[in-house]
């Protein structure tokens, strides 16, 4: 690889790729802040994927790294070159980025072929050059019998094809892509993450990601980086969000299948603690900086800790519920599980069907249940020395 | 895999593809008309705003209050102007014009909602051409349309001589009903161009709700109607707007009838022998203030609009299969707008040109003697060449503005200055060009003005500016529809995959606002091409116009002269307006034909 | 960098600011070249400053030809309606760009005259007034009088009208009931004149008002547009208006015939000189009322506009009247002082508007 740097982009077998860096970014709206200091790194040729829900600034993000917006304060790099700051900014079509929009954004006036070779232009000035790369793209794609076709006599699936390969044909740098599946159904949403995960791998190119669905996150995402009103929460591998989420935010919004409040009676290791409930004592795994002196927490439950057991009572880390709900899903069956206390525990797969009012005891693996501080404690206990501080 | 290309030597200079190798200067210099054009716009568009609007508006609105500044009174501040415009004949014209402008705008608003739903809905072969033939209309004027009814309708026309009009259809069309009418077609096009785009956003799956929810039909268009509201109001105001600045209906028909409205009250106020311009200025005030109150209320009605749709992704518009009944319904419906607009008006004035002036029409006084003048008129061809050269500049400067100011209206954050905007636009629309003509020439034949270097009254300069002032804001304002249904992220599209801003507008953008550029370049070449009130205030002495080369010819009491002028004058738009519609036709790629076609 | 990002950026939007103006400047250039040479074009031919003539009257365009022809000074017409010239004149009452006006109507240069706008004593040379001219002449000689026409004549079709009526009297007659009309005097500005001369004769503004609601309690018509045109088309018998538009008319269609009531206001054309003008320009200007009071003026002024303005009754001695024109003994002129009922023209035509139309 390091051999052909230094040329250009004629070779058009793999990208330049470019570590990209986010550093200190600030934009806000009519006195609103959207995005309060974001601090992230993607690395030359990394699939990172900003998780966030509805305006929690991900789109912002995403214009801003591709330059459709300028940035209010902070820097973007790439590959160390500042491209944008407050007082400079590298309009978009000098960054070397392409993006799969959220409506396609395919130019209704040109055909699929001029809609993919115009990604091109930038680098080729060869014309034929450009018609066969663009045709070799749309191929891969699955469209080449439909080359000559305008966007509108193209279906949803074909449409969104057509801007993948748009994307894809440059080999840009980093593709952006702004939510591309959220409005395909489920079925071509699967096949199409699957060609973007595939492709874009393929070509070389590094990808930014935004989606608000956790499993397209963790499906694409060699990281993820959760955003949530406009500052970053957490930034790591899929696995390790799901496994040691930063906050209660950061579990919630990756699934869990129930919460309930308790409180501290004791720690088994610096890992372990024992939170007594109103459904009785759990063992959990000590999550968000969680402290000695901690007392009230929240448990938050991923559908994966509870194994549903005939009524066989007794033993740490077992709770007695009953089944509300159970749904058929193919390989097995989903419930809904009320616990006592009335904390209800959703998605709870088996094998086996348990029948609604049926009693159950649930057994919870320590490892999959996080106990958070409740932010009222640290809160408090902040302000109080603070309080101590000026007294 | 992806297949190799050969490998062949790329010159790195050029700076097209990546930032780290461009030269560092080039970068600087590219970017910077980039820069210039993004930093310069806005400021530039206002400077034009100023120029071509603001100013001589707010000079001759000044002169209300203080005919000394530009000496046409003894007073510095005096209300007495207000007093004139409140009383009497001015009130009633003002009472009349408020009448006439606001059924105008309800009549075209439903009649363009419904052809709205006719293009958009209906499995009709002739909804295809509803768009062309509300543009026909636009360029049609009033003055026109009125000329060729009141000809149709006339005692003595062959019409009446044919007991096809009776007394009561004739005091209808000759009064209020028939200025309402011709205001209401001429409404309809913009009522159209502000409603369709939002009828298309909105699509089927509200109505779609109600009705599965148990809604009855109107009972659906009530619940649907409110979120059509903001197009419905932007709708109305134009065209109530147009129809208070209107003078080709109030100098014919309403004239005709004894119907005193603002527009005329304003023109003899100015072109009456003592010249009263503090009061044309009060009654100028009054519509001003009248569209302050509007807006302020379609602002109030309306806080949120935002109907991008000509999006990247085509959608399918789902279409109703009419029935046998429904699509005889809709027909009788389009025929008979088409010959109530356009049809009946054109053959009146038509016919009108061949009979022999000041006779009553009968088969002994038919004569070709207008079209026989033609030949043997010499002397017009210096006010066509003027006219032709005039028009072609003013509409393109035109467009290029009218898009500019489009684009800051269909903006998803208008802010203060785009609100401005559209009051400004909104009021020269309904102030008559006389009074932005008179404006010009306070502002510009000033010594002050004079003194500062700027001396352009009595030149080709201001005179293409006043053309450019009184067809600006239709122009923005028609092109506030299709530029609003252009989704962003098509240019967006473009900047990302490495275009420029002006490659990322000509390429990605401007082919899908072709069409509608073509129809508005060409409206405002036909307004230009025969605009009296602008000529007659701004031409230097010694040109001539074409539209006061036919007054002259009139004043010459030449009437076939003039008649003959006025149809070279038609045959000319015509003949530009084929040409232009043809080599777009011929010569536009096949993308910008497909997208034309499809786009309703 | 950071520092270079700077220099760059200033670099750019300094250089932008010249663009800016380098393009403005372009395009001033542009227009003003274009402008130029279609002035330079006409006026290359001999004097330096031509003649800018505002004029509203049928025979100006052949008038201004014969003039240049006759003398080298360039004329570049203005040819517009009364009221917009009239307009014109006075919205660049600051910085008139005008030489020479010349329009139906005394009233309106009387109330110039009184707003000092006017070169006054001044009478042309080349000919010699008649009597009727001479009862026309204001006493500062601040315009010129070149012709006269009546105004308030009955023009009818004989076709359909057997017995027109002759006097003012007669229109009160119920056989005319809602069968005559006139133009509105707020938007034709030759109708003023009717009313200034009626009232005038009747004994004052009271009197003539009164008079004209007699006119209206018998059906009165106000024409917004024209009321030959009305008359014509069979709207109305008897059409209340300028005696030259009714020999013109007669011209197409020999049936329509014209009543000269008594009184019959005078309607002079008038000539004026803008009193700011410059020296060259006055020289020009008065050159050009030479002109018009020679023969070869008079000429021009009988043969520019056959069908209308021409059928004027001559005011230079020599010229003779076009052979539509009546005897000017025939006629029953009215003259009144344009000085006082110029300056009540907007009163009256207020009144006209609320109370007649």
């Not at chain 1, 790099?77 to 954004?105: C, E, N, W, Y």
Request: glycine share 8%.
């Amino acid at each position: 690889m390091l051999v052909f740097i230094g040329f250009n982009k004629s070779h058009w077998g793999f990208a330049l790729t470019k570590r990209v860096e986010v550093a200190a970014v600030t934009k806000s709206y009519g006195g609103s802040a959207v995005l309060k200091g974001i601090d992230l790194t993607i690395e030359a040729g990394e699939f990172a994927v900003l998780l966030g829900p509805s305006g929690s600034g991900k789109s912002t993000l995403l214009r801003l790294v591709g330059g459709l917006e300028k940035i209010d304060s902070g820097e973007i790099r790439f590959d160390g070159k500042v491209i944008a700051s407050s007082k400079t900014h590298t309009p978009p079509d000098r960054r070397d980025l392409s993006m799969v929009f959220q409506d396609f954004a395919l130019w209704p006036h040109m055909n699929a072929l001029e809609n993919v070779s115009f990604a091109l232009e930038r680098y080729e000035k060869d014309a034929k050059v450009r018609r066969r790369l663009s045709a070799e793209m749309l191929e891969r794609v699955g469209l080449s019998s439909k080359a000559d076709r305008f966007p509108s006599n193209l279906s949803g699936g074909e449409q969104q094809r057509l801007s993948l390969a748009r994307a894809l044909v440059a080999r840009p740098s980093l593709i952006l892509f702004d939510e591309p599946l959220s409005s395909l159904d489920a079925d071509l949403k699967e096949r199409l993450r699957i060609e973007i995960s595939e492709l874009t791998r393929e070509v070389g190119s590094g990808a930014l990601y935004i989606t608000h669905d956790q499993s397209e996150a963790f499906a694409l995402a060699d990281r993820v980086a959760l955003l949530n009103d406009g500052q970053l929460i957490q930034v790591d591998a899929p696995e390790v969000i799901y496994r040691n989420p930063a906050t209660p935010f950061v579990a919630h919004f990756t699934g869990v299948a129930g919460e309930m409040d308790g409180e501290i009676v004791g720690w088994r290791d610096d890992q372990s603690v024992m939170v007594a409930t109103k459904a009785g004592t759990i063992l959990a795994k000590g999550c968000g900086g969680l402290e000695k002196r901690s007392k009230q927490v929240r448990l938050m439950l991923r559908g994966s800790a509870a194994r549903i057991n005939k009524s066989t009572s007794g033993a740490d880390g077992v709770v007695s519920g009953r089944v509300v709900d159970v749904a058929f899903r193919g390989r097995g069956y989903d419930h809904v599980i009320e616990l006592i206390g009335g904390t209800r525990l959703v998605g709870i797969f088996a094998h086996d069907r348990w029948d609604r009012d049926d009693q159950v005891q649930i057994t919870l693996s320590a490892d999959q249940t996080l106990a958070f501080p409740i932010d009222k404690d640290i809160i408090d206990l902040d302000s109080l020395a603070v309080d101590g501080a000026v007294a | 895999m992806l297949s190799s290309p050969p490998v062949q030597s790329r010159k790195v200079e050029d700076g097209e593809g990546d930032l780290d190798r461009a030269n560092p200067i080039q970068v600087a210099s590219r970017g910077l008309l980039e820069t210039a054009s993004l930093r310069l716009g806005r400021p530039l568009l206002w400077v034009v705003l100023a120029v071509v609007s603001v100013i001589p508006t707010i000079a001759f609105l000044l002169l209300a209050f203080s005919p000394r500044i530009f000496a046409q009174g003894n007073s510095w501040f005096t209300l007495s102007a207000f007093g004139r415009a409140l009383s009497g004949n001015e009130l009633i014209g003002m009472r009349n014009s408020l009448g006439i402008s606001t059924a105008a705008a309800f009549f075209a608003v439903v009649i363009s909602s419904i052809l709205a739903l006719i293009v958009q809905r209906a499995n009709l072969r002739e909804s295809r051409l509803i768009p062309g033939l509300l543009w026909v209309v636009l360029l049609v004027p009033t003055y026109v349309t009125s000329v060729g009814w009141n000809e149709v309708v006339a005692p003595g026309s062959i019409f009446s001589q044919l007991g096809l009009v009776n007394g009561a259809v004739r005091n209808l069309l000759l009064g209020t009903g028939g200025i309402v009418m011709i205001l209401t077609f001429t409404g309809v096009p913009f009522a159209y161009f502000a409603i369709s785009p939002a009828i298309r956003g909105l699509g089927r799956r509200f109505e779609e709700a109600s009705r599965i929810h148990g809604g009855s039909i109107p009972r659906t268009i009530r619940i649907v109607t409110p979120i059509l509201l903001p197009a419905i109001f932007a709708g109305a105001t134009i065209v109530f707007a147009e129809s208070l600045g209107d003078f080709g209906v109030a100098s014919t028909i309403a004239a005709n009838a004894n119907i005193p409205v603002a527009t005329t009250n304003i023109m003899s106020a100015i072109a009456t022998f003592p010249t009263d311009f503090p009061m044309a200025a009060g009654t100028s005030w009054l519509l001003v203030l009248t569209l302050g109150i509007v807006l302020s209320l379609q602002n109030r009605l309306t806080r949120s609009r935002s109907y991008g749709v000509l999006s990247g992704r085509t959608s399918f518009s789902p279409v109703y299969n009419l029935s046998l009944r429904g699509k005889v319904a809709v027909r009788i419906f389009l025929y008979a707008f088409a010959l109530a607009a356009l049809g009946v008006p054109i053959f009146g004035a038509l016919i009108s040109t061949l009979f022999k002036p000041y006779q009553s029409p009968s088969l002994s006084s038919l004569t070709l003697s207008a079209y026989t003048t033609l030949f043997k008129t010499q002397s017009i061809g210096g006010p066509i060449v003027t006219s032709l050269t005039m028009a072609t500049i003013t509409a393109t400067i035109t467009i290029v503005l009218g898009i500019a100011i489009a684009k800051v209206l269909t903006s998803p954050r208008p802010g203060l200055s785009g609100k401005l905007t559209d009051l400004i636009l909104v009021t020269s629309v309904a102030l008559p060009g006389l009074v932005l003509a008179a404006g010009f020439i306070f502002v510009f034949n000033l010594p002050l003005t004079i003194s500062m270097g700027i001396n352009i009254y009595g030149t080709m300069i201001l005179l293409g500016i006043g053309y450019v002032a009184i067809s600006l804001p239709s122009n923005a304002k028609v092109m506030v529809g299709p530029i609003s249904q252009l989704d962003g992220s098509l240019m967006r599209a473009g900047r990302i995959h490495g275009a420029s801003m002006q490659k990322a507008f000509r390429r990605c953008v401007l082919p899908l606002l072709a069409k509608s550029i073509v129809w508005a370049w060409l409206l405002t070449f036909a307004s230009t091409f025969g605009e009296l009130p602008t000529s007659q205030m701004l031409a230097p002495t010694g040109v001539r116009t074409m539209a006061t080369a036919i007054l002259s010819s009139f004043q010459v009491s030449n009437i076939s002269a003039a008649t003959a002028f006025s149809i070279i004058q038609m045959a000319i738009v015509l003949g530009v307006i084929l040409l232009v519609q043809g080599g777009f036709k011929y010569l536009a790629p096949k993308g910008w034909q497909a997208i034309a076609v499809r786009r309703k | 960098m950071l520092r270079a990002n700077r220099k760059i950026n200033l670099k750019s939007r300094s250089t932008t600011t010249s663009i800016g103006v380098a393009a403005a400047t372009v395009l001033l250039a542009a227009c003003g070249s274009a402008s130029a040479s279609t002035t330079s074009s006409s006026s290359s031919s001999s004097s330096s400053t031509p003649l800018y003539l505002w004029s509203s009257e049928g025979y100006d365009s052949s008038t201004c030809t014969a003039f240049q022809k006759a003398t080298g000074i360039v004329c570049k017409l203005s040819d517009n309606s009364t009221g917009p010239t009239l307009a014109k004149i006075q919205a660049t009452k600051n910085n008139p760009t005008w030489g020479v006006a010349w329009t139906d109507g005394n009233a309106a240069y009387a109330e110039l005259d009184q707003q000092g706008m006017l070169l006054k004593n001044f009478q042309p040379n080349t000919g010699t007034l008649n009597a009727l001219g001479q009862k026309l002449v204001p006493a500062d000689h601040s315009y010129i009088i070149t012709g006269v026409t009546t105004t308030g004549a009955f023009v009818y079709n004989s076709a359909k009208v057997s017995n027109p009526p002759t006097s003012w009297q007669d229109l009160l007659q119920p056989q005319w009931k809602g069968k005559f009309g006139m133009n509105n005097p707020s938007i034709d500005g030759p109708s003023y004149p009717i009313l200034a001369g009626l009232f005038d004769s009747l004994g004052g503004v009271s009197q003539g008002e009164a008079f004209m609601s007699q006119l209206k309690a018998n059906g009165l018509y106000v024409s917004q547009n024209s009321a030959m045109d009305d008359m014509t088309a069979g709207k109305i018998e008897i059409a209340i208006g300028q005696n030259t538009s009714g020999i013109g008319r007669a011209q197409s269609n020999p049936n329509i015939k014209i009543i000269y009531p008594n009184p019959s206001p005078a309607l002079p054309s008038v000539l004026a000189i803008d009193g700011k003008a410059s020296a060259a320009e006055i020289k020009d200007a008065k050159a050009f009322a030479n002109f018009i009071y020679s023969p070869a003026g008079q000429k021009a002024m009988l043969a520019g506009d056959p069908t209308g303005d021409s059928q004027f009754f001559p005011v230079v001695n020599g010229t003779v009247a076009e052979k539509q024109v009546p005897p000017e003994s025939s006629i029953n002129f009215y003259f009144y002082d344009p000085y006082k009922w110029g300056s009540l023209e907007s009163s009256i035509n207020t009144w006209f508007s609320t109370n007649i139309a």
